[in-house]
């Protein structure tokens, strides 16, 4: 079990990159963009084939970024300059970039096993250093021992850095004009600033985390397949909703830390719902919508027990008044 949630961690640091570009597009910007589906796997598309043809991994995942700049961008520009709805913007790219990726892998699946890859070179510059067995030593209580800790701490400090990045620009002028435009768009054009150009270029940063964390996946998992997107819009919005359930939104700092752990959270409970008997591998969509629905459904709940609980207080407060006034008018006409 530890080895599957040690798995499940390692992972979710590379799905919460992807996490923090839908948290951009549906809570900055609220815009419902499905470009993710198709832009997760140009992401992947373009660094796998740039691999296979030679290129260094490292460029090949930095042309993933562009690339899925490049498609919500295209996206941005649907909605604002064609005037299309956001949701329809979003669907049409998506089922434009199915073709489109396609067309850049020239087959359905590529394979990277026999490839360099991030993933290889970082793991091969880390055991260099020794650091496992000092890792391994130190946890060697518990019984397990990881074949490497390269992959999982160089993600953590990936997503940390991501993260600190996004807070940073959020905080600065065009940061501030993103977020907004995402609260009230009309108000911001009645300051004469280009609310279509903030829209596109926050949708062009959004599905460039997005292709970029489909890049590193398709490198961790050791290939690149064109439905490898299908319902990742959903994963995003899993961990988006589940971190904000867990860890609150009282910041933007805040939120996009409780992005990451929601990323992570949803990786474990979908590694450990897997392990139950019953369940098989095609059923992580199952999975996944049965976890989404309890992260919207739960809140709501418990949001609705808490606001009765307050007028149940309020009532009785109003109550034990009403008792006091009545008492003293009877004391008083006596």
């Not at 669907?91 to 590529?110: E, H």
């Not at 964390?213 to 988006?240: E, N, R, T």
């Amino acid at each position: 079990m530890l080895t599957a949630i040690f798995s499940a961690m390692e992972a979710g640091f590379i799905y919460a990159i992807m996490a923090l570009g839908v948290y951009l597009s549906f809570r900055i910007l609220d815009f419902p963009d499905l470009t993710v589906d198709g832009s997760f796997v140009t992401g992947a598309a373009v660094a796998a084939v740039l691999i296979m043809n030679g290129t260094n991994p490292f460029f090949a995942s930095a042309a993933a970024l562009i690339a899925g700049f490049i498609a919500g961008a295209v996206t941005g520009l649907l909605h604002t300059k064609g005037k299309i709805n956001p949701l329809l913007s979003g669907i049409l790219m998506m089922i434009a970039l199915y073709s489109i990726n396609l067309r850049i892998m020239g087959r359905s699946n590529v394979p990277l096993l026999q490839q360099e890859t991030v993933m290889t070179i970082i793991t091969e510059a880390w055991q260099k250093t020794g650091i496992d067995n000092v890792l391994n030593g130190a946890i060697a209580f518990a019984g397990f021992q990881p074949r490497t800790w390269a992959i999982f701490i160089t993600m953590a400090l990936l997503a940390v850095v991501v993260k600190l990045l996004l807070d940073l620009l959020l905080k600065t002028e065009i940061g501030l004009a993103l977020r907004a435009t995402g609260d009230n768009q009309p108000m911001v054009s009645s300051f004469s600033a280009n609310t279509d150009w903030l829209i596109i270029f926050g949708l062009g940063l959004s599905n460039a985390l997005v292709a970029f964390s489909g890049a590193l996946v398709a490198q961790y998992g050791g290939f690149s397949d064109v439905g490898m997107g299908i319902g990742m819009i959903v994963i995003g919005l899993a961990s988006v909703i589940i971190g904000e359930a867990l860890f609150g939104t009282r910041s933007i700092a805040r939120a996009t830390l409780a992005v990451i752990g929601g990323a992570i959270v949803y990786r474990i409970i979908l590694a450990l719902a897997l392990r139950v008997q019953f369940l098989e591998t095609g059923d992580v969509k199952l999975i996944t919508a049965v976890i989404v629905m309890i992260a919207l459904i739960v809140p709501n709940i418990a949001a609705a027990q808490k606001e009765k609980r307050r007028k149940k207080r309020k009532m009785e407060e109003q109550a034990r008044g009403e008792h006091v006034a009545r008492a003293q008018t009877d004391y008083e006409s006596i």
